[in-house]
């Protein structure tokens, strides 16, 4: 049996104590959250108890999200502030998995939302109820962009568009946001984009427009499509109906077709995207007898090209998965090139680095024509870089600078300390000279790292003990 463990899965349907159910099949695969496990496993049907799990949170996971470049490695947010990022065995698990390969520490509440970039290896988004998204290096374990000042509100959803040189949010504030994190600014905005109170969704096409689905102020559930060079008013509004679900966009770039799941519908409901009036084409709906509580979606390289399968979802039931595949009928048994144009494979087009310098690409394509052959991933390997390594910056005086490549010696005018008690900067061991350079604080045998103090802190540092000398002496006289 070929299993393909990993690919982008992504979570639909949060927030229900941490559990999220999902299942995913090239024979048959199964993907399950309960509370803070995640459980992986190889056979449909009943999951034992004692099932190896993921286990590493503290508490409820709210997201997750497997990377684009590497089909065992996987990121999830949790209710314990927390970004964790995990890396699956080849074969699968056979223990429960407690080690992540990294933990993302950077958010003050917990985090609802994780997105890896679609075209750069190791840039992964989160955000959090602290109205904050930060975007982490993965390889080096480091938050490089902090967005914490865009949002006034509860953040609903965030989207990369097709090359990951901007994202779209939408907040709790009714705003539509457009931004590019690595300037920092807002591109475009919409506020009131839909009008009711109810949560909204927004995510980038293919072409650069932003669809949304939302509600009106008569808590109808709309679908709209906008331009970010001109977000005054929608290229496209339809009404559909007055369910309180909210809707959950699905997209399909090979083919343009959005497909809508509706939190608490037993339907899905799917559209064209065009370039002509009325833009956005009903298709048809799916519907089924039971309620979906949530919604995960397979990728176009997981499919089945030779039963012309164009979209797979996997239904959340309260205790089940269920897989729904859409087929479109066909009597050739040749491949459709219509339906398989070339794919975003998973090779990366960029390295972090690369794309934190301010570099772009599209994803690199590869063809299905004679079907997905998974190839050899490489192990996720963090280095984490020593903070004191980092140069200060020019606008602000830092009294904890970086080392120097080289240790002074006594005629530099370099003294040397041990560090002493908290507050304290230790001892210092040699005479200071008339014009004292700055002191390195060693550390002590057994621990890594040192820092530098340069002789205006120790001259502040003597001035404050001496005025406190003199305070005691007059307190006891």
């Known amino acids: 049996m070929n299993i393909i463990i990993g690919r982008v899965l992504r979570v639909q349907g949060r927030g229900n104590k941490g559990k999220i159910d999902l299942r995913k099949h090239t024979d048959s695969v199964a993907l399950m959250i309960p509370n803070r496990y995640v459980s992986l496993s190889f056979q449909t049907g009943r999951i034992d108890k004692s099932y190896p799990t993921v286990c590493g949170h503290t508490g409820p996971v709210l997201d997750i999200d497997w990377c684009p470049h590497n089909d065992q490695v996987i990121a999830s947010g949790s209710e314990d502030c927390t970004v964790m990022v995990w890396q699956i065995p ?46 982490w290096n993965v390889g080096t374990g480091e938050a490089l962009i902090n967005l914490d000042d865009m949002h006034s509100d509860m953040i609903y959803n965030v989207s990369w568009n097709r090359n990951g040189s901007l994202i779209c949010t939408a907040s709790k504030d009714k ?60 290229i496209a509004l339809h009404e559909m109906d007055t369910s309180n679900g909210v809707l959950l966009p699905f997209y399909d770039p090979d083919t343009s077709i959005i497909y809508l799941c509706g939190k608490g519908d037993s339907s899905i409901r799917y559209f064209e995207i065009t370039d002509e009036s009325p833009y956005v084409h009903y298709l048809n709906t799916f519907s089924s007898k039971e309620p979906q509580r949530g919604m995960g979606y397979m990728p176009k ?40 144009p070339d794919t975003a494979g998973p090779e990366a087009a960029l390295e972090a680095e690369e794309w934190f310098e301010g570099k772009n690409a599209d994803p690199l394509l590869i063809s299905l024509k004679d079907g997905y052959i998974p190839g050899k991933n490489r192990d996720l390997k963090v280095v984490k870089k020593n903070i004191l390594d980092s140069k200060p910056t020019a606008n602000k005086k830092c009294d904890l600078i970086s080392i120097p490549k080289k240790t002074a010696d006594a005629a530099s005018g370099v003294r040397t300390a041990w560090p002493g008690g908290v507050g304290c900067p230790g001892l210092v061991l040699p005479e200071a000279p008339a014009s004292p350079g700055p002191l390195q604080v060693l550390s002590p045998p057994g621990r890594q790292g040192s820092a530098v103090i340069t002789g205006a802190i120790c001259r502040n540092y003597l001035d404050h003990m001496a005025f406190m000398g003199l305070i005691l002496l007059v307190l006891f006289l």
């Open 301 to 340: 390289r997981g499919l089945d090209v030779n039963k012309c399968e164009i979209a797979r979802f996997f239904k959340l039931h309260e205790r089940k998965c269920e897989p729904i595949i859409m087929t479109v009928p066909r009597k050739s048994d040749l491949f459709q090139d219509d339906l398989y």
């Open 175 to 234: 705003k539509v946001r457009v931004i590019d994190p690595r300037k920092q600014e807002i591109v475009a905005e919409k506020e009131k984009a839909h009008e009711g109170a109810r949560p909204m969704r927004a995510i980038f096409l293919a072409d650069g427009n932003v669809f949304t689905t939302g509600f009106s102020r008569m808590s109808e559930r709309q679908l709209a499509l906008w331009n970010p060079k001109n977000m005054e008013e929608p």
């Open 90 to 135: 080849e074969n699968g698990l056979t223990l429960s998995l407690t080690e992540p390969v990294v933990i993302l520490e950077g958010h003050s509440k917990r985090v609802g939302i994780v997105a890896w970039h679609p075209t750069a290896r190791n840039v992964l988004l989160s955000a959090g109820c602290d109205n904050a998204i930060i975007i």
